[in-house]
């Protein structure tokens, strides 16, 4: 496990890049399949990682209480070299509940991924919609547990999404989110 932090190239405002990615569910989405949210909560993420099992409910808490955001888990790693990351294994634990975001995306490719600079899971990435589509309003800690086994005291991610339901600039600071690294195929 290498600790990392992220460093998106996305910058406040820039339009989230488009992708079509194969869901759990057998279904394919693009940005357009969550056109009629508010707001869409992108997370690099992954079945494996500690730091990324950490935020599994904060995740479903998320997509069960806002149902103008679309919280959507993308799945970029290499699951030759980490067979915990399989579509497999994906669904399994969509199946068993242990995942209830909107959507499980796979991104065999990585390309996506390195679209969005994800560097770690988890790597959030907020965005409001605006004028017909999605711009960058935070990225960063989801909440202030650095360490799987921390309770956080603070939900930065709940904040962001409060000030975008609410019509607000999303005043925070966009302090790194903290994972294990994306595990990138060897070229």
């Known amino acids: 496990m290498v600790l990392e932090e992220s ?3 996305l910058q406040e405002g820039d339009p989230a890049p488009n992708f079509e990615l194969s869901g759990t569910d057998g279904e394919t989405y693009t940005l357009e399949s969550f ?3 508010e707001a869409l ?12 099992k ?3 409910d904060l995740l479903n808490e998320l997509a069960a209480e806002y149902d103008d955001v679309s919280v959507v888990g993308i799945n970029a790693n290499d699951a030759e070299e980490y067979p915990d990351d399989s579509f497999e294994r994906m669904r399994e ?4 509940g242990t995942i ?7 991104d065999e490719s990585q390309t996506v991924a390195r679209e969005y600079g994800a560097v770690c899971t988890p790597d959030p ?3 409001a919609r605006e004028d017909g589509e999605f711009r960058l309003v935070y990225q960063g800690r989801l909440d202030d547990a650095l360490n799987p086994d921390e309770e956080p ?3 930065q991610i709940r904040e962001a999404i409060d000030a975008v339901l609410a019509g607000a600039d999303v005043d925070l600071e966009w302090q790194p989110s903290q994972g294990c690294s994306i595990k990138w195929r060897e070229a």
């Open 35 to 37: 056109a009629e949210s």
């Open 125 to 127: 990435f907020l965005f």
């Open 100 to 106: 209830a975001y909107d959507v499980y995306l796979r």
């Open 93 to 96: 634990l969509v199946a068993d």
């Open 153 to 155: 005291t603070r939900f």
């Open 41 to 52: 909560l992108l997370v690099f993420t992954c079945n494996h990682c500690p730091y990324a």
């Open 54 to 56: 950490a935020k599994f």
């Open 7 to 9: 460093e998106s190239e």
